[in-house]
């Protein structure tokens, strides 16, 4: 982190699939601390830019720096890097042949090196946590969608990153299980954890988030705390957006 307390920054960020221009430099700054929600319609590059902070997506151009040190130039520990950016997906990715417990162990056992009695005490804390200690013995295939939500949640935590990304996580799931995802995610927020958040909840961002950035076209058009974008925006298409989203504008 450095001494402003910035734990990610993006320079002149940009990324091409061939000719289609996804991310057009996209800069900002990401404090510790800070829930950080990214809304815009569907194609305007959110997730894009959110696997381009730990280089799932391979950046074209400009620049992330990741507490410090410019993740993008040659020879960084991308395994290191990972360590501490827990990243949650739309989909689950549990694996099914695994129980829940060996699926959250597994990570840091093979990684941190951690032993099994260390990670699996981690394990129950955080599945005790969120209310799910009894189903530690289960396998994924016996658990609603929102459990498997809430557990790929407890999987990235117990790697003990210092960041956590989520790209979408409850657009997967039945309306009824929701909630209950969004529930552990404001509970993290709460305790002042650093979140990177893709999403089309707008209650979600307007209730937990510090900052909104509002993405189209693969630019950043605004950004503000969610009383200035919700009830105040300035861009023509952020008014657009949350006007086809909400009853409010």
């Given at each position: 982190m450095t001494d402003n307390g910035v734990l990610i920054e993006t320079k002149g960020l940009k990324k091409n699939f061939g000719e289609l221009e996804v991310l057009k430099g996209i800069d900002v700054q990401i404090k510790k601390g800070e829930v950080v929600v990214v809304i815009g319609p569907s194609g305007s590059g959110k997730s894009t830019f959110l696997?381009?902070?730990?280089?799932?997506?391979?950046?074209?151009?400009?620049?992330?720096?990741?507490?410090?040190?410019?993740?993008?130039?040659?020879?960084?520990?991308?395994?290191?890097?990972?360590?501490k950016m827990g990243m949650v997906f739309q989909q689950f990715n549990l694996f099914n042949h695994l129980t829940i417990l060996e699926n959250i162990t597994i990570g840091p056992m093979l990684v941190k090196k951690e032993s099994q009695a260390e990670a699996e005490q981690t394990a129950m804390r955080l599945l005790g946590r969120i209310g799910l200690a009894d189903k530690a013995k289960e396998y994924p295939s016996r658990l609603s969608g929102g459990q498997k939500q809430r557990i790929a949640i407890v999987r990235a935590l117990a790697m003990g990153p210092d960041v956590m990304l989520f790209d979408e996580p409850t657009s997967a799931l039945d309306p009824e299980m929701v909630g209950e995802v969004l529930s552990v995610m404001q509970d993290l927020a709460e305790e002042g954890r650093t979140m990177v958040v893709v999403t089309h909840e707008m209650g979600f961002a307007q209730k937990v988030a510090s900052r909104v950035?509002?993405?189209?076209?693969?630019?950043?058009?605004?950004?503000?705390?969610?009383?200035?974008?919700?009830?105040?925006?300035?861009s023509p298409r952020t008014k657009d957006f949350l006007s086809k989203v909400l009853d409010v504008i």
């Open positions: 696997r381009c902070l730990n280089r799932l997506e391979e950046p074209t151009g400009g620049s992330v720096i990741f507490e410090g040190q410019d993740i993008c130039a040659a020879g960084v520990d991308l395994n290191a890097l990972r360590q950035l509002f993405m189209d076209e693969g630019q950043i058009l605004e950004e503000g705390t969610p009383d200035q974008i919700f009830n105040h925006p300035r």
